[in-house]
């Protein structure tokens, strides 16, 4: 038994670690690209809800029938909902077709954000996932308004109390 198992780890040592494995892993790195596949998916933070698909393209946003610039005027949302693109060395890769509803700005920027972010984990899930995964874009903000209950002025805030 001993001559059997020194045999199995004699005959697996030498393929582990070979010169052979670091050019399947560049070519792995320059098949990366399916720029030709769409993808779709929904994102939500808060009471914001973003139906996305991405698109093969030239970097085009639309955005309830509206321009990025237009449907987000402030910089940091902007911003925010590229960093998917950015991370993964994207921008201008994809176009972003995207139907928002509900909440505000920020909650619906963020929604935004959640869903390129799983449509381009759908895409390519070998190469995008990890780098997604590792920046926090496919985590679902669960925080959300709490709601008021009955006696308080708002959810935790109650009366001023008065001894006499």
């Given at each position: 038994m001993a001559?059997?198992t020194?045999?199995?780890?004699?005959s697996e040592?030498p393929t582990?670690?070979?010169?052979?494995?670091?050019?399947?892993?560049?070519?792995?790195?320059?098949?990366?690209?399916p720029?030709?596949?769409?993808?779709?998916?929904i994102?939500?933070?808060?009471r914001?809800?973003?139906?996305?698909?991405?698109v093969?393209?030239?970097?085009?946003?639309?955005?309830?029938?509206?321009?990025?610039?237009?449907?987000f005027?402030?910089k940091?949302?902007?911003?925010?909902?590229?960093?998917?693109?950015?991370?993964?060395?994207?921008k201008?890769?994809?176009?972003?077709?995207?139907r928002?509803?509900?909440g505000?700005?920020?909650?619906?920027s963020g929604?935004?954000?959640?869903?390129i972010?799983?449509?381009?984990?759908e895409?390519?899930?070998?190469?995008?996932r990890p780098?997604?995964?590792?920046?926090?874009?496919?985590?679902r903000?669960?925080?959300?308004?709490?709601r008021?209950?009955?006696g308080?002025?708002?959810?935790?805030k109650?009366?001023?109390?008065?001894?006499?």
């Amino acid at each position: 038994m001993a001559q059997n198992t020194e045999e199995l780890n004699t005959s697996e040592e030498p393929t582990s670690f070979t010169s052979e494995s670091a050019p399947v892993q560049e070519t792995g790195e320059a098949e990366r690209a399916p720029l030709t596949v769409p993808g779709a998916a929904i994102g939500r933070r808060k009471r914001a809800r973003a139906r996305v698909r991405i698109v093969p393209g030239s970097g085009q946003w639309t955005i309830n029938g509206r321009s990025l610039e237009e449907y987000f005027p402030n910089k940091l949302h902007q911003q925010e909902v590229n960093d998917p693109f950015t991370l993964l060395d994207l921008k201008g890769a994809y176009d972003v077709v995207a139907r928002i509803d509900g909440g505000g700005p920020s909650g619906q920027s963020g929604a935004l954000r959640l869903g390129i972010s799983r449509a381009l984990n759908e895409i390519d899930r070998d190469h995008n996932r990890p780098a997604l995964k590792k920046a926090g874009f496919l985590t679902r903000d669960a925080r959300a308004v709490e709601r008021k209950k009955a006696g308080l002025k708002k959810a935790r805030k109650a009366p001023q109390y008065s001894k006499r």
